[in-house]
């Protein structure tokens, strides 16, 4: 079982074992953070932590989404946020799962989430003294990490449409199905994150001061805008899919018109060559020295006469 946890007093926080996290301390609050989830992990959460069997199944549940519910005197949180690990494109955004009384904070990972390291410096800085101060700093680290991240979709984006030309289109096509994909698995766990946080900010308890539901209802902001500007993000891509599509329509039809009017110009030549290469008797001045001039005379003439057709009705401009 990995994990770390520390004693907070005051402004001040210590490093304490896991398993000597709950003992030997009075007053202040207690953080212990689990970096697992496995059966080890819920055998301490159930025995030596004393959770009940609904807290400790929400702290290690396999598929989470982004929650908040009140049980008892504490609250269950569930948060998403980008993770220092590459994760499955389906499920970008990795999971923090906290439990949160009076005087204690649980909180659980499966994937190392960036927002860890954020809080425990905030945490090591002294800045952090309740489970209300804690829980909002990982709203805020959270969102905090994902904002620039959404930005960088829409620059992308913006990049992408600057260099729209149709001699790049897979590439640009590449591009723009990534940000896409990626704004839908961050739009799916942002718009309840937003959820979460309003309804945790209003949940009743002395453990929230008046200050941390403020901070909550600012992340809960940022949540809100980024999950708007995700679904300008999904637009914009799909219409500038759509705009590499028919430039790749139209380069295509280019060059089908190119073969057309190849096909065009050979395909009288093809059938005059083909019937004097018969090897019949009979053709008309099979037999004459001049014959094979005057035939590739009258194909270059031929082919002449429909290049100029073809470039006076300007199909070489289409």
Same mark, same amino acid.
Request: charged share 25%; aromatic share 8%.
């Given at each position: 079982?990995?994990? =770390?946890?520390?004693?907070?007093?005051?402004?001040?926080?210590a490093?304490?074992p896991v398993d000597?996290?709950?003992?030997?301390h009075d007053?202040?609050?207690?953080?212990?953070?689990?970096e697992?989830?496995?059966?080890?992990a819920q055998g301490?959460l159930?025995?030596? $932590? $004393?959770?009940?069997?609904y /807290?400790?199944d929400?702290l290690?549940?396999? !598929?989470?989404r982004?929650?908040?519910?009140?049980?008892?005197q504490?609250a269950f949180v569930?948060?998403?946020?980008?993770?220092?690990e590459?994760?499955d494109?389906s499920?970008?955004l990795a999971?923090?799962? *906290?439990w &949160?009384v009076?005087?204690h904070?649980?909180s659980?990972t499966?994937k190392?989430?960036? $927002?860890?390291?954020?809080v425990?410096?905030? /945490?090591?800085?002294g800045?952090i003294?309740?489970?209300?101060?804690?829980?909002?700093?990982?709203?805020?680290?959270i969102?905090?990490?994902?904002d620039?991240?959404?930005?960088?979709?829409?620059?992308e984006l913006?990049?992408?449409e600057?260099?729209?030309? &149709?001699?790049?289109?897979f590439?640009?096509?590449?591009?723009?199905?990534?940000?896409?994909?990626t704004?839908?698995?961050?739009k799916? =766990?942002?718009?309840?994150q937003?959820a979460?946080?309003?309804?945790?900010?209003?949940?009743p308890g002395?453990?929230?001061?008046?200050?941390?539901?403020?901070?909550?209802a600012?992340? $809960?902001?940022?949540?809100?805008?980024?999950?708007e500007?995700l679904?300008?993000?999904?637009?914009?891509?799909?219409?500038?899919?759509?705009?590499?599509?028919?430039?790749?329509?139209?380069?295509?039809?280019?060059?089908s018109?190119?073969?057309?009017i190849v096909a065009?110009v050979?395909l009288?030549?093809? =059938? *005059?060559t083909g019937?004097?290469?018969?090897?019949v !008797?009979?053709?008309?001045?099979?037999k004459?020295?001049w014959? =094979?001039d005057?035939?590739?005379g009258g194909?270059a /003439?031929?082919?002449?006469?429909?290049?100029?057709?073809?470039?006076q009705r300007?199909?070489f401009e289409?």
């Amino acid at each position: 079982m990995t994990g =770390f946890a520390y004693h907070i007093t005051g402004d001040r926080a210590a490093p304490v074992p896991v398993d000597r996290a709950l003992g030997g301390h009075d007053g202040g609050l207690v953080w212990i953070h689990l970096e697992t989830t496995d059966e080890q992990a819920q055998g301490w959460l159930r025995e030596t $932590a $004393a959770l009940s069997d609904y /807290v400790v199944d929400a702290l290690t549940a396999t !598929e989470t989404r982004p929650r908040c519910e009140a049980v008892g005197q504490g609250a269950f949180v569930n948060l998403r946020g980008r993770s220092r690990e590459e994760l499955d494109t389906s499920d970008l955004l990795a999971s923090v799962r *906290i439990w &949160a009384v009076k005087g204690h904070v649980f909180s659980v990972t499966r994937k190392p989430l960036i $927002a860890v390291g954020a809080v425990e410096e905030a /945490v090591k800085a002294g800045t952090i003294r309740d489970p209300g101060d804690l829980i909002t700093s990982f709203a805020t680290a959270i969102t905090q990490d994902l904002d620039p991240d959404v930005a960088n979709l829409g620059d992308e984006l913006d990049a992408c449409e600057e260099q729209l030309d &149709a001699t790049q289109i897979f590439a640009l096509r590449r591009t723009v199905s990534r940000v896409r994909s990626t704004a839908i698995g961050y739009k799916r =766990f942002l718009s309840p994150q937003r959820a979460a946080l309003e309804k945790l900010a209003s949940l009743p308890g002395d453990w929230l001061d008046d200050d941390d539901r403020l901070h909550l209802a600012g992340a $809960a902001d940022r949540a809100a805008r980024m999950a708007e500007e995700l679904d300008a993000i999904r637009e914009r891509a799909a219409l500038l899919h759509e705009w590499l599509s028919d430039l790749r329509a139209e380069q295509i039809d280019s060059r089908s018109l190119i073969i057309a009017i190849v096909a065009m110009v050979f395909l009288p030549l093809t =059938f *005059i060559t083909g019937l004097y290469g018969m090897n019949v !008797e009979g053709l008309p001045y099979a037999k004459a020295p001049w014959a =094979f001039d005057a035939i590739l005379g009258g194909c270059a /003439v031929i082919a002449a006469g429909i290049v100029i057709y073809f470039v006076q009705r300007h199909w070489f401009e289409r």
